[in-house]
């Protein structure tokens, strides 16, 4: 059983947020050549678990593109804060943020994710 943001040390520190940000950035390069190898591309649907303050979020909701639709999932709320900030920022209005666990998602059974819609 995986912790509870409650549990989790860092959850809702200032310093994890920032962290967390500093590595998606860093490994950005890295999610892009993936994303390629991957085929995503425009008018896909997607999903990043546990996409805490940013996640993949934007180099997939750059890629998907308007026609797509990113959701992004986390169960800790002060990640997802951070991430909703981060999505407003950057302007990206195919990204939907929601606040679960991946054991018990709110999404459609049997959705198809990662392909184009």
Known sequence: ???TPAE??????????????IEAQTWEPEVEAMLDEIGVQRGCRC????CGSM???????????????????DNDPVQLAAA?????????LNV???QG???????????NWCTRA
Do not use: I, W
């Open 8 to 21: 989790y040390l860092l959850a809702g520190a200032p310093s994890e947020v920032e962290r967390l940000q």
């Open 96 to 98: 939907e943020l929601r």
């Open 84 to 92: 909703r900030l981060f999505v407003e920022s950057q302007g990206f």
């Open 1 to 3: 059983m995986s912790p």
């Open 101 to 111: 666990d991946l054991f018990n998602v709110d999404l459609p059974a049997a959705s």
């Open 47 to 50: 999903l990043d678990l546990g």
């Open 55 to 73: 996640g993949v979020l934007g180099p997939l909701a750059r890629r998907t593109g308007h026609t797509g639709v990113v959701v992004g999932l």
